[in-house]
């Protein structure tokens, strides 16, 4: 099976930008997916196929793709935007199995 | 409006099993699979397994082959996931999730989870 790589925390100011990256050798063939979770709740699913935002998803919520990176990308970050961010995808390899990268908190100062 | 909907927390000594249940609602339950993921405390996700609403077929993780049974009931739109054996280090909430999957000749079948339960807390302790 393959790891997905996530940076333990990011920190932004209200307002500014925020890009969340995961990467792993699978991303360059596989979709990746983004989760929101915040404290107690359960995760969210903010992106999907990479770029995709389901109905009901803020705008300033996107997604891209490049190589074995895919990037989740917050613009005009605010403060309710502050949770657990986790990418997510599908290691065909491995007769399907789903991985789910470690996840990173995201600060809004 | 989608919903699952799972049974409420437990606390189970080591050894023992556990059951949970995920109702679905909002949707034909035998249109999707049903997966299962796990939360440590204060740690990330951890994938489990699938189970087929339609035909009950299953692909579980590895690391849970032979301790984890998952089954729908049709009758009743509801999924349920039993752990056994439990130890400390299974105490975790679990969450219930509808699956969705893409498929293409390049890459094969690929997952992602649209909607979530609300997680069932699981304490295993002696």
């Known amino acids: 099976s393959y790891e997905l790589t996530q940076p333990p925390s990011v920190s932004v100011s209200p307002g500014q930008t925020a890009r969340i990256t995961c990467s792993g050798d699978?991303?360059?063939?596989?979709?990746g997916f983004w989760y929101q979770q915040k404290p107690g709740q359960a995760p969210v699913l903010v992106i999907y196929?990479?770029?995709e935002r389901p109905s009901g998803i803020p705008e300033r919520f996107s997604g891209s793709s490049s190589g074995t990176t895919v990037t989740l990308t917050i613009s005009g970050v605010q403060a309710e935007d502050a949770a657990d961010y986790y990418c997510?995808?599908?290691?065909?390899?491995?007769?399907?199995?789903?991985?789910f990268g470690g996840g990173t908190k995201l600060t809004v100062l | 409006q989608v919903q699952l909907v799972q049974s409420g927390a437990e606390v189970k000594k080591p050894g023992a099993s556990v059951k949970v249940s995920c109702k679905a609602s909002?949707?034909?339950?035998?249109?999707?699979?049903v997966t299962w993921v796990r939360q440590a405390p204060g740690q990330g996700l951890e994938w489990m397994g699938w189970?087929?609403?339609?035909?009950?077929?299953?692909d579980k993780a590895q690391k849970f082959q032979g301790r984890v049974t998952m089954t729908t009931d049709t009758s009743t739109n509801t999924a349920y996931m039993e752990l056994t054996s439990l130890r400390s280090d299974d105490t975790a909430v679990y969450y219930c999730?509808?699956?969705?999957?893409?498929?293409?000749?390049?890459?094969?079948?690929?997952?992602?989870?649209?909607?979530w339960g609300q997680g069932t807390l699981v304490t295993v302790s002696s």
């Open positions: 999730a509808r699956m969705g999957s893409y498929y293409s000749d390049s890459s094969g079948f690929q997952y992602y989870f649209d909607y």
């Open positions: 909002g949707y034909t339950f035998t249109n999707y699979d």
């Open positions: 189970i087929s609403a339609n035909n009950d077929n299953t």
């Open positions: 699978a991303l360059a063939k596989q979709y």
């Open positions: 196929k990479d770029s």
């Open positions: 997510q995808s599908t290691d065909s390899t491995d007769y399907y199995s789903v991985v």
